[in-house]
């Protein structure tokens, strides 16, 4: 079946940096973009960064550009997001999404907490 896991999330002072994983397996990694999205506690689920199937395109909110990077590697299907200069504001737990067919599918989550 179609599994997301990510992994990398912690605990960090604002300025740092982490970088998450996202390993995927039941699906073509290599044929469908993938997305982090982000929710806070008390807020909704938003997008982060996604990036087109080949890594040709790629998109962010505006709340993390030049700050987060987002990159994969099909060779081992899996996808990252290389975060710079966190913020308190930062701190929510992080998912992995692929639409397949038609469908969201999400991983577990890994929480960020930005904070000294």
């Known amino acids: 079946q179609v599994q997301l896991v990510e992994s990398g999330g912690g605990l960090v002072q604002p300025g740092g940096s982490l970088r998450l994983s996202c390993a995927a397996s039941?699906?073509?990694?290599?044929?469908?973009?993938m997305s982090w999205y982000r929710q806070a506690p008390g807020k909704e689920r938003e997008l982060v960064a996604n990036?087109?199937?080949?890594?040709?395109?790629?998109t962010y909110a505006d709340s993390v550009k030049g700050r987060f990077t987002i990159s994969r590697d099909n060779a081992k299907n899996t996808v990252y997001l290389q975060m710079n200069s966190l913020k308190p504001e930062d701190t929510a737990v992080y998912y992995c999404?692929?639409?397949?067919?038609?469908?969201?599918?999400w991983g577990q989550g890994t929480q960020v907490t930005v904070s000294s």
């Open positions: 999404n692929v639409v397949w067919w038609r469908r969201f599918i």
């Open positions: 990036i087109t199937s080949t890594g040709g395109n790629i």
């Open positions: 039941g699906f073509t990694f290599s044929s469908y973009v």
